[in-house]
């Protein structure tokens, strides 16, 4: 019954209504560092928790007029970034799905000596739910990086329980050790691992039915890969579809519907084309994307992978993947049918840099851009 009155509410604002989005600062007294993400903890208080770059997690109330913002976890001194880029640092963070009995999340980010990704795992403190234990780290899995970019940076858990993380291709340009078609490696992928029962010395175990446990030549850990850049992903809790967004090249972003053990392309082809642009290739055994768009068109640079929106303050989106470039700001709405039909439609040009989509506890979408969190909302009038 209640999937029935959103359809039909849904219907009405699109039947009636005329939208028009705008982004506004949703926390007008509030800055931060370079925020790259934001996230709840699914623990019932509305907190919510940004992660600045340089190695730091805030937590605050979802509340409009906070003016008191607390430092979750500080691990910049162990945080490594080169002065020359802006894809190192603290990446992504996830919290347990028990996170309210374990206290525990994750952490991804880079360090040096070597140069690389460390997937980490921390505790709340026991006495203060606002601050975790800094000295409660039990590194999970590190993953050695050739190159200063493309070091993904998104690790989230699924509805079975097991931890997804998203890695680069090793980064420079155009993929030059071929990871992306290299089963042997992590880089390229996304990786699926069970977190809750450590095997072999190490931090985790394979869950059974990943795709790629029967092949001696791949890496048991692979969930899917052939991806450049897959800097965000999420899942649709509605439809359980896995969405993300894959940063392309100098010609096409993309984006994705991950199935296990599938093959996104990369470096072969570029979205639905050959790579390098003007070459020959075959798309047999590539899963295609489910959208593309073409690069440095009126600005835009760099696909930001958001959420399939699910909450209720904004009708006229419900059920559509939100997405946006991180050059102009543009965010847009994806439309996905079954049959594989897709509508994408422009909603604003925000003009501020999106580095990260987030959702609060109540399904609604926030925004990371610039030293401000944001909100994309609609005036939804007859």
């Known amino acids: 019954m209640r999937d029935l009155l959103i359809l039909l509410q849904i219907i009405t604002a699109t039947l009636l209504f005329s939208q028009e989005y705008t982004v506004e600062n949703a926390f007008p007294n509030l800055s931060f560092t370079d925020p790259v993400g934001i996230y709840h903890a699914d623990d019932g208080t509305g907190r919510l928790f940004v992660i600045e770059q340089p190695g730091t997690i805030k937590v605050f109330q979802n509340d409009p007029s906070t003016t008191t913002v607390e430092t979750f976890l500080n691990i910049t001194s162990i945080v490594e970034q080169d002065p020359g880029y802006t894809e190192e ?189 003007g070459t020959s290739c075959s798309s047999e055994g590539f899963e295609p994307p489910v959208f593309e768009y073409a690069l440095y068109v009126d600005g835009v640079c760099s696909v930001t992978g958001g959420y399939v929106y699910r909450g209720a303050e904004t009708l006229s989106l419900y059920g559509k993947y939100i997405y946006g470039d991180w050059c102009t700001g543009d965010i847009w709405a994806l439309t996905y049918s079954n049959d594989g039909v897709t509508e994408n439609e422009h909603l604003i040009q925000s003009g501020v840099n999106i580095t990260s989509f987030g959702l609060d506890q109540n399904s609604e979408l926030l925004i990371c851009a610039n030293s401000n969190i944001y909100k994309l909302t609609s005036d939804e009038e007859p």
Not at 197 to 224: K, T
Request: net charge negative.
């Open 89 to 277: 640092g603290l990446l992504g963070l996830a919290f347990h799905p028990n996170f309210t009995e374990n206290g525990y999340f994750y952490v991804n980010y880079t360090d040096y000596s070597p140069k690389r990704n460390v997937i980490a795992r921390y505790t709340v403190s026991s006495t203060n739910q606002n601050q975790a234990d800094a000295l409660s780290s039990l590194v999970i899995l590190e993953v050695n990086q050739p190159y200063t970019n493309h070091n993904g940076g998104q690790l989230d858990f699924g509805s079975d329980g097991y931890l997804y993380i998203s890695f680069g291709d090793g980064g420079s340009s155009g993929d030059p050790q071929g990871n992306g078609q290299n089963l042997q490696t992590l880089l390229g992928t996304i990786v699926r691992i069970d977190v809750d029962s450590p095997s072999n010395g190490q931090g985790y175990s394979i869950p059974v039915d990943n795709p790629f446990v029967a092949d001696p030549n791949a890496r048991d850990e692979i969930y899917a890969y052939g991806l450049r850049n897959m800097w965000r992903f999420s899942w649709d809790p509605v439809t359980d579809l896995l969405w993300g967004a894959d940063v392309g090249q100098y010609n096409w972003e993309e984006i994705d519907i991950i199935y296990p053990g599938l093959n996104y392309g990369w470096n072969t082809m570029e979205g639905n084309h050959c790579y390098p642009a």
